[in-house]
């Protein structure tokens, strides 16, 4: 599959694209639809391990202090 960039140059062009896209032909994506991704994916990396190490620990002792509450 390729993923191209189209300018639309005749008013009819984006009804015969959705035509297309009911056809199953072709996909049309909204310009600012980005694709979707995870969190840990998105930040994996980006603290050194030590720092991370930090967060988990400082994270996971607030957790149970507030299952002791």
Known sequence: METLVVELT???A??????LEAMDI??????????????SE???G???KEAG????NHV???RSEWDDI
């Open 46 to 48: 980006i603290l050194p």
């Open 42 to 44: 998105k930040y994996r």
């Open 14 to 19: 984006l009804q015969l694209l959705r035509d």
């Open 53 to 56: 190490e930090d967060l988990i």
């Open 26 to 39: 072709i996909r049309l994506h909204s310009e600012n639809e980005t694709p979707k991704k995870k969190l």
């Open 60 to 62: 996971n002792q607030m």
């Open 10 to 12: 005749h008013k009819n």
